[in-house]
């Protein structure tokens, strides 16, 4: 079945640096790709998505393209600030719309 | 404008009980997907709804059922609790079904079985 598979964390940066978290995926059909972000204390938000092969979301400095050939979509920002400190989930659905899949998620500490 | 609110908070109940939780999507939405997140995973997707018909059902055993309403809330019930489905059960709306569309995510309702 599809599924994702996420970058294992915790990952810890200092402020400025470059970010990159993995995501590869598997699925049959023509899945959508979204990248959701929890705050401390805040709720599930959608970061970015794309919804075809060479899409690139982006969204407050984040970026991720819809790699069909490495079936991928990383998140990348090149310079992290401590208000970036989240967990970040990548997710899929699938090619019916009617089935999602999160990753496990991956925390992002920034330090000053 | 409200958000996706649910309801209760917190719940805690006893193995082989059964528990409604309870959500109301934004207004204007017609889709409500719920999920299962256990601590330290990503949420698990158990259903879809869209105008009041299950249009997508995760790895779930039937113990799990789903309904949503005309007004497009919508109610996840779970029988014979068991203490494995301990876990944060969110709900989430979109204006539509479908696979590209956003979901607005609530709270979530923290059941804990014991």
């Known amino acids: 079945g599809d599924s994702v598979t996420q970058m294992e964390g915790p990952v810890t940066l200092s402020e400025e640096a470059f970010l990159t978290i993995n995501c590869t995926y598997t699925?049959?059909?023509?899945?959508?790709l979204f990248w959701y972000v929890q705050y401390p204390g805040e709720g599930l938000q959608l970061l970015l998505k794309?919804?075809?092969?060479?899409d690139k979301g982006s969204n407050k400095g984040f970026e991720a393209t819809y790699r069909k050939e490495t079936t991928s979509f990383h998140l990348e920002k090149g310079s992290v600030q401590v208000s970036d400190s989240a967990v970040y989930f990548c997710?899929?659905?699938?090619?019916?719309?009617?089935?999602?899949?999160f990753g496990t998620g991956t925390s992002l500490t920034v330090i000053p | 404008d409200a958000g996706v609110t649910q309801s209760p908070t917190h719940l805690i109940k006893t193995r082989g009980q059964h528990v409604t939780l309870r959500c109301s999507p934004i207004s204007g939405h017609k889709s409500v997907s719920w999920y299962q997140q256990v601590l330290g995973q990503g949420p698990q997707f158990i259903f879809q709804?869209?105008?009041?018909?299950?249009?997508g059902r995760g790895n779930f055993p039937d113990r799990f059922s789903a309904r949503q309403f005309p007004n497009y809330s919508s109610e996840l019930n779970v029988n014979a609790l068991l203490l494995g489905d301990s876990a944060l059960y969110l709900c989430a709306s979109s204006s539509l079904a479908g696979g590209g569309n956003e979901q607005f995510f609530g709270p979530g309702t923290r059941l804990t079985v014991l």
């Open positions: 699925a049959t059909g023509y899945p959508s």
């Open positions: 709804y869209y105008e009041k018909e299950e249009r």
């Open positions: 794309a919804t075809k092969a060479d």
């Open positions: 997710a899929l659905s699938d090619g019916t719309g009617n089935q999602f899949y």
